[in-house]
């Protein structure tokens, strides 16, 4: 079992940052790729942001791309979402999912394990 919990999450003004940190616990954190998924009320959940094991190598949504980044520190078994000039259509509950696979995934039925999401409001 993994445990994800999320962080970090907040009210910010439009074209403000706020950085989301999910740490993991309960098994070798390198061994799972990780991704970012947001759902807004009434839609479905949606892929923001993934990264592979190593980290080398990162993907976006192109409604976020430029503006977010996914940093993940190994050691410290944290993945990060860095999301710079919000937007309010950015507003959602925010979370961060992990899987076993060896490839990058941006589908929810990919992901294993998820965290209990952190609610981001971006005002106008």
């Known amino acids: 079992q993994v445990q994800l919990v999320e962080s970090g999450g907040g009210l910010v003004q439009a074209g403000g940052s706020l950085r989301l940190s999910c740490a993991a616990s309960g098994r070798t954190f390198s061994n799972y790729a990780m991704g970012w998924f947001r759902q807004a009320p009434g839609k479905e959940r949606e892929f923001v942001a993934g990264i592979k094991r190593s980290g080398a190598n990162t993907y976006y949504a192109d409604s976020v791309k430029g503006r977010f980044t996914i940093p993940r520190d190994n050691a410290k078994n944290t993945v990060y979402l860095q999301m710079n000039s919000l937007k309010p259509e950015d507003t959602a509950v925010y979370y961060c999912?992990?899987?076993?696979?060896?490839?990058?995934?941006?589908?929810?039925?990919?992901?294993?394990?998820w965290g209990q999401g952190t609610q981001v409001t971006v005002s106008s």
């Open positions: 999912a992990a899987t076993s696979g060896s490839s990058w995934y941006r589908h929810v039925h990919e992901y294993d394990y």
